[in-house]
């Protein structure tokens, strides 16, 4: 019976994917993945994703404040897509990987960049600068069925009503196979998990009583008043 049970869940998509936000495990970033950032920073185009990880404890949902922690002097928004995995996801080709998805959200990787600056520079990890409280807002899980396209989706975001970040998922360079495969290779993706795919030009810093507003296509809206710690 429990071998059976064990198969059927590796078969069948997650039924409780709504539920990501308290049932996931872990949260798998990817930076520097749209060709207009790369542009931007006139940097060489990334060859493999360049992935890190962040705390389900940096989750937030709308209704609750971006809290800035005192010890950071300069924090960024970033728009993205994230991406739910449905099912137990290890050693995966990029031809079957979307059948791992369960869904999306729309969701915000908010970076210290004041920390991750440092810490590029000596080789540290981006762990303190990525994974601080309040750093990962998420909005409802989005089924997959609602999403045509999940590489034809229009990216915005506001501060205080004036557009910083527009663009469209078409434009990251890694897709969502090629990201689920290649993470797949170093360790297990689980029901739950979330991928963040990356981010379109525009990052900047916010401040202390800013109105943060975001959006993905018509599928989803997110608005967070920003606090002091």
């Given at each position: 019976m429990v071998q059976l049970t064990q198969i059927l869940r590796m078969a069948c998509p997650n039924q409780n994917a709504a539920n990501f936000l308290h049932d996931g495990k872990k949260i798998v970033g990817v930076a520097l993945n749209y060709m207009d950032v790369v542009k931007a920073r006139n940097v060489?185009?990334?060859?493999?994703?360049?992935?890190?990880?962040?705390?389900?404890?940096?989750?937030?949902?709308?209704?609750?404040?971006?809290?800035?922690?005192?010890?950071?002097?300069?924090?960024?928004?970033?728009?993205?897509?994230?991406?739910?995995?449905?099912?137990?996801?290890?050693?995966?080709?990029?031809?079957?990987?979307?059948?791992?998805?369960?869904?999306?959200?729309?969701?915000?990787?908010?970076t210290a960049q004041c920390n991750l600056g440092a810490a590029r520079a000596t080789g540290h990890p981006w762990t303190l600068g990525k994974g601080f409280d309040t750093s990962t807002p998420v909005s409802h899980f989005i089924p997959l069925e609602k999403v045509n396209d999940p590489h034809n989706l229009q990216l915005w975001l506001t501060v205080n009503g004036a557009v910083k970040q527009k663009g469209c998922t078409?434009?990251?360079?890694?897709?969502?196979?090629?990201?689920?495969?290649?993470?797949?290779?170093?360790?297990?993706?689980?029901p739950n998990d979330l991928i963040l795919t990356g981010t379109p030009n525009g990052s900047d810093a916010f401040k202390a009583g800013d109105v943060i507003e975001c959006g993905m296509a018509d599928l989803a809206k997110l608005t967070f008043q920003v606090e002091a710690e």
């Amino acid at each position: 019976m429990v071998q059976l049970t064990q198969i059927l869940r590796m078969a069948c998509p997650n039924q409780n994917a709504a539920n990501f936000l308290h049932d996931g495990k872990k949260i798998v970033g990817v930076a520097l993945n749209y060709m207009d950032v790369v542009k931007a920073r006139n940097v060489p185009v990334p060859q493999e994703p360049l992935v890190f990880l962040k705390p389900t404890s940096s989750y937030l949902q709308e209704g609750q404040p971006i809290v800035l922690p005192k010890v950071f002097t300069k924090v960024a928004y970033e728009v993205e897509l994230g991406v739910v995995i449905g099912k137990p996801c290890k050693n995966v080709s990029k031809t079957d990987a979307m059948s791992y998805v369960a869904g999306y959200c729309l969701a915000l990787d908010l970076t210290a960049q004041c920390n991750l600056g440092a810490a590029r520079a000596t080789g540290h990890p981006w762990t303190l600068g990525k994974g601080f409280d309040t750093s990962t807002p998420v909005s409802h899980f989005i089924p997959l069925e609602k999403v045509n396209d999940p590489h034809n989706l229009q990216l915005w975001l506001t501060v205080n009503g004036a557009v910083k970040q527009k663009g469209c998922t078409a434009d990251l360079i890694f897709k969502v196979p090629d990201i689920i495969s290649y993470v797949s290779k170093y360790m297990t993706l689980e029901p739950n998990d979330l991928i963040l795919t990356g981010t379109p030009n525009g990052s900047d810093a916010f401040k202390a009583g800013d109105v943060i507003e975001c959006g993905m296509a018509d599928l989803a809206k997110l608005t967070f008043q920003v606090e002091a710690e």
